[in-house]
């Protein structure tokens, strides 16, 4: 009797909880192995994220200020941008990290010879665990000026905030994964890495600081503008839904393209073995 | 001559390291100047705002090339000794240093040397291609003698200081998370994000107490001209204290470790 399509997906996600589950019980006793360093890491992470908050501070401290926006709606629009970051760290860092760390050390060929898709094994197969502090950082500053900012109750804002943090992870993901398809090429592409987390940079303050010219690249063809701009745009209620719209297309179709990209790099993976 | 030809040694083993994945570090050179980018726009649009030209003793133009500085200053200085040696204790691989005919401790610094010479070079292209078109460096009178003697101070300072904190390795089961905190505690302190005139006055006094200053902010503010000639002498003096305390701390806890250290297989 032939399986309803249904009931395969809902087996795979069966399978990929499975394996979720367990890579995560996995990473856990890894890091707790080392419970001082681990409980230093997740200090490390919140200091380095408030490093951004505390230059917004400063510059408010000394009566600046950033044009178009106040003290609450910056720290707002980073509160987004440290949950969003944190989450693509806690998921999706390692598409980049493993696929780097296996092919120089020449051991991708046991990815390759699972009963699942390799994208979806090195998804799957080590959350980055500490990331987690970052996420709670996230959420703490949004809920913190949430409530300071005032702001009427808008059902309908908050959900479409929270797809558009969906779309900005899988932006996220995406550059992972283009980056992780280029280690097939390169092998050493850290620097690469690097190179995308810098320009992620740019999204911690206001796109609307960079320039018409910068504001276009930021939300129509690199769209950073997702990682918190438009989302606290949103929530503030002044987005201009076409632009937002537009964004978060761009968004998913970034995402669309890297998971191809992903399939003809790894066709060029050349094994180290015999 | 054999000190020297183990100095040249030393530094062709490094080179060797700097250009193992060309394409890589050409991509990470490049990268430097999107942060710079950044905090030009940033700063840029306040200062248009605010509609003052001065902002806590700084112009726009100063303020930018202080943040440029910064990333030099930082390339020079930084040491990488506290990622190896821990990673070397953790996997039983010091054993392969300490054997060798040469002081342990002068080996690491003259290899961070080395490594700040080839990435500072890697990095004065791109940074400056990107400073001519956005700093006017004409309206800015330079104190480069004075910069350059601080911020070599400020490498040795930064070497003993990350070298005293990487010794701890030897008394824990995992550092990285030591590594990680130093980092981000350096960078508040040191002036790297933003300059310490931005902090509460209470806050800057205490700063001057701290050694971290002196490894990024001053050596800066002699390039900016921000102290006279005496200030300039007093500061590099207190730059030289530090190095010494650090420089001992690094000697006394390098012996206590060694006694410390299980070598595998040893």
């Known amino acids: ?274 | 001559m054999t000190f020297l030809r183990k100095v040249l040694g030393i530094g062709r083993w490094q080179y060797g390291f700097e250009v193992a994945y060309r394409f890589n570090r050409i991509v990470w050179a490049s990268s430097l100047p999107i942060i710079l980018l950044a905090t030009y726009f940033l700063w840029t649009s306040i200062y248009a705002y605010s509609g003052q030209t001065i902002i806590n003793g700084m112009t726009l133009n100063e303020l930018i090339v202080y943040y440029l500085a910064v990333q030099i200053t930082i390339m020079f200085s930084a040491s990488m000794v506290d990622a190896h040696i821990p990673r070397l204790v953790k996997k039983g691989l010091l054993i392969r240093y300490i054997v060798k005919p040469f002081n342990f401790v002068l080996f690491w610094f003259i290899r961070s040397v080395w490594r700040s010479l080839f990435r500072t070079f890697a990095v004065l292209l791109p940074l400056f291609a990107l400073a001519f078109v956005i700093i006017d460096f004409s309206s800015i009178t330079f104190n480069i003698p004075g910069y350059m003697l601080s911020v070599i101070l400020a490498l040795f300072l930064n070497f003993f200081y990350i070298f005293s904190v990487a010794m701890i390795c030897f008394w824990v089961k995992e550092y990285e998370g030591i590594r990680v905190i130093r980092r981000g505690v350096a960078n508040v302190f040191n002036g790297a994000i933003i300059p310490l005139t931005f902090f509460p006055l209470v806050f800057q006094k205490a700063f001057s107490y701290l050694p971290f200053q002196y490894m990024l902010y001053v050596p800066i503010q002699i390039l900016l001209g921000k102290y006279s000639y005496e200030q300039s002498i007093t500061m590099m003096l207190i730059q030289l204290m530090w190095i010494i305390v650090f420089a001992l701390i690094s000697i006394f806890a390098w012996k206590k470790a060694q006694a410390q250290f299980m070598g595998v297989g040893v």
Request: proline share 3%.
């Open chain 1, 1 to 274: 009797m032939e399986k309803s399509t249904g009931s395969i997906y809902g087996g795979w996600c069966m399978k990929w909880f499975k394996i979720y589950k367990k890579s995560f019980g996995l990473q856990l006793a890894t890091w707790m192995a080392y419970r001082f360093n681990f409980f230093l890491f997740l200090t490390a992470i919140v200091l380095f994220n408030l490093l951004a908050p505390l230059v917004v501070y400063l510059i408010y401290y000394n009566n600046l200020t950033i044009p178009g926006w106040t003290f609450n709606q910056v720290l707002f629009l980073l509160g987004t941008y440290i949950l969003v970051t944190g989450i693509d760290v806690f998921l999706g860092a390692h598409i980049e990290w493993t696929t780097r760390s296996l092919l120089k050390s020449g051991e991708f060929d046991k990815i390759l010879i699972r009963p699942i898709k390799p994208m979806t094994l090195i998804f799957l197969r080590k959350p980055e665990i500490a990331a987690l502090s970052e996420v709670v950082l996230g959420i703490i500053i949004v809920l913190y000026t949430y409530t300071n900012l005032n702001i009427v109750f808008n059902l309908v804002n908050i959900l479409v905030y929270l797809i558009l943090i969906f779309i900005a992870l899988l932006f996220l993901i995406s550059l992972r994964i283009f980056i992780g398809a280029l280690t097939f090429f390169f092998i050493e592409t850290s620097a690469i890495g690097e190179f995308v987390g810098r320009f992620k940079n740019f999204a911690i303050y206001p796109i609307s600081i960079y320039g018409t010219m910068g504001y276009k690249l930021f939300t129509f063809i690199f769209p950073i503008g997702l990682l918190g701009f438009y989302p606290a745009e949103v929530i503030l209620g002044r987005a201009a839904w076409a632009t937002v719209g537009l964004s978060a297309v761009v968004g998913l179709i970034l995402f669309i393209v890297s998971i191809f990209f992903w399939e003809f790099a790894i066709k060029h993976y050349v094994s180290a073995g015999g």
